[in-house]
């Protein structure tokens, strides 16, 4: 039988040509928002290489629902017009599917990149974050502002207007980041949540934000492309978010149109105790789709061909995606295939490279 791993796949409307897929990976590498070079070629380098979907990192829905000052948002024209140049080259490349993680960094931005330490941007830049509660990520750091009517208005309209600028600008699919931490995933935990309107106490109430933001954005881009979601199925602490609440919220996103669910883990809180492993979140994938019955995308720690296609091949998720094993070799998607037997097409200009990938080569349709 031929590999799981390279049969397309039906996601809502879209067919993705394979089960390989590169994970959303921030590169604090953007200007005022705007993907450069670096994107170009950081992007075209994985379309290039065979994955079916391709994510474009924690992209930012206005200036301050970014990270840091160097990542990427899709706020305004610049922005629009320098992912549709990167998505044109992408797709002139491969039959890739490209998609866009849209996000909103909350209470964890107004922060430097990872190797300038993380930390708080200090002084001239800096800027005061938002949240459900005014309880910052960790001691020491400046309080959040407790999101109000109008900033829930706000993010709301800033979701859907770059949702629209997405659909635009060509992407394919769009994630949004209920995860890591993140302002959408604020909502959900009652560790973050400790809201006492309509937005907060029961699970109910914590998930209403988030399932508005979804079904805003469901409807501002176009219905026969899916909008996905990344979900943090545990936030690996006592009394945090769970399992259960994660089943429930992920029942509600399929009944408002889901397209799949992306299960990653933790990153609320520093406190979480993770045991990690290879495949070490996969089990929580397989439970989302045994138990609500929609696709699902594993990802962490897969990095051997086999393992993913027993990942697929089992029934444990639909799609498997790669972050760090991606970093390392870009054509681990060109080397699962040969280990799997499988057929992949290359560029043209790239089809001698191993004659074991003699498939039809990829030539741009006009
Ligand atoms: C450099 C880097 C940047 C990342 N940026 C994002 C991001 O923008 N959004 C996100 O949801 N996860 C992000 N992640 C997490 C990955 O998408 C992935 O979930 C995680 O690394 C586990 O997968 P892996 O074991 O294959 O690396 C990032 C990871 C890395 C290594």
Known sequence: ??????????????????????SPMCQYAATDGVPGDWHLVHLGQFAMSGPGTVFVEA???????RITHGCTGLYDDACEQAFSRIISFMK????????????????KGSTVAPWEGGGLIEG???????????VPYLPGWPEPRAMDDAALKRVRDAFVDAARRADRAGFDLIELHVAHGYLLHQ?????????????????????????????????AFS????????????????GGWDVTGSLAFS???????????????????????????PGYQVGFAETIRREVGMPVMAVGQITDPIQAETIVATGQAD????????????RWTWKAAVALRAEIALPAPYARCNPALAATPFVKRS
């Open 251 to 277: 029942q509600a996103l399929k009944d408002a149109g889901c397209a799949m669910i992306d299960v990653t883990s933790g990153g609320l809180d520093q406190r979480q105790e993770i045991t990690t492993g």
């Open 92 to 107: 002139s490349v491969s039959d890739v599917r490209v998609g866009i993680q849209l996000s909103h960094a909350g209470r």
């Open 223 to 238: 219905s026969d492309k899916p909008v996905a979601v990344r979900l943090s199925a545990t936030d690996w602490i006592d």
């Open 59 to 65: 992209t930012g829905v206005e200036p301050n629902g």
């Open 124 to 134: 001239d830049g800096a800027w005061v974050t938002d949240a459900p509660s005014a």
């Open 1 to 22: 039988m031929s590999a799981q791993l390279f049969t397309p796949f039906q996601l809502g409307g879209l067919t993705v040509p394979n089960r390989v897929v590169v």
């Open 319 to 330: 799609l498997v995606a790669l972050a760090r094993g991606m970093l390392w070799d870009p």
């Open 187 to 219: 909502f959900l935990s009652p560790i973050t949540n400790r809201r006492q309107d309509q937005y907060g106490g029961s699970l109910e109430n914590r998930m209403r934000y988030p399932l508005e933001v979804f079904k805003a954005v469901r409807d």
